[in-house]
């Protein structure tokens, strides 16, 4: 599953912004947006969505490996 489908499925499940998706994941309001718009992050920011997915409750069923393409 792609990084950007993972993400909107939490904003689903979790009933959270994107904006406040991305300041408590990256610390950066602006991260999901940009996302949708083509940003393309760098490892270490994909490994801090994947921690904080995987801490998430609300993602449980679907973790696993994050691919950005």
């Known amino acids: 599953m792609k990084l950007l489908d993972r993400i909107e499925n939490h904003l689903k499940e979790a009933r959270i912004s994107a904006t406040r998706f991305g300041r408590r994941a990256v610390g950066?309001?602006?991260f999901v947006l940009?996302?949708?718009m083509g940003r393309r992050p760098r490892r270490r920011t994909l490994?801090?969505?994947e921690k904080y997915l995987s801490r998430s409750p609300a993602m449980a069923p679907a973790r696993g490996?994050?691919?950005q393409d």
Do not use: I, N, S
């Open 47 to 49: 490994e801090r969505v």
């Open 28 to 30: 950066d309001p602006r």
């Open 34 to 36: 940009d996302l949708r």
């Open 65 to 67: 490996v994050l691919r």
